[in-house]
């Protein structure tokens, strides 16, 4: 895909969207943390209906801390894989406590040493608690560049590291957010929505459907 055409995709994403952010309802970096955490493998959706409980009860490491692992799990049992993520957040919380001051670091190796936190999850922290311009790349944004065109990869890694390589500077800092909402209302796995996509003549997916 040539630098031009990969411009205009994201010009017409901002214009539709000029201020994305991620449907994961929060209001600190730690309540971010939490719930990227708790989203592994569930929907958001599902997830904000946990933490609509949960954060008004406790959302500081100390807090979340003193509920112990079975208090925890207790509060999300409605969120798949709730146990072990109940296990990995009050091992989080305790270093957070004892290792930052309480405070979600802004540093990528500090946040992957956490206990339940992947490269993808510390992107999105440090993407939308902290604005630096990383890729989270998960199934919708994997589906999505390589569907397009914007950056083909066989693994997460590489078509993160393409994405960063390739989408012009100025639109890095919210192209997480635009490529995962539009793999998730447009161009999804089964069925995408060709008919109904801003950047359906740009695209460079062979099969799309006549009638979408």
Known sequence: ????????????????????????????????????????????????????????????????????EAGLADAI?????YKSKARHLIATCRMLIDLHHSIVPADRAALEALPGVGRKTANVILNTAFGQP???????????SNRTGL??????????????????QEFR???????????????QARKPKCGECIIADLCEFKDKPDHA
């Open 134 to 144: 990383t890729m989270a790349v998960d199934t919708h944004i994997f589906r999505v």
């Open 151 to 168: 950056a083909k990869g066989k693994t997460v890694l590489e078509v993160e590291k393409k994405l960063l390589k390739t989408i012009p």
């Open 1 to 68: 895909m040539n630098p031009a055409k990969r411009h205009e995709i994201f010009s017409r994403l901002r214009a539709a969207n000029p201020n994305p952010t991620t449907e994961l309802e929060y209001t600190t970096p730690f309540e971010l943390l939490v719930a990227v955490v708790l989203s592994a493998q569930s929907t958001d959706k599902g997830v904000n209906l946990a933490t609509r409980r949960l954060f008004p009860r406790a959302n500081t490491p100390e807090a979340l801390y003193a509920l112990g």
């Open 173 to 187: 800092i919210d192209a997480h957010h635009w490529l995962i909402l539009h793999g998730r209302y447009v161009c």
């Open 77 to 81: 049992k409605t969120i798949g894989l």
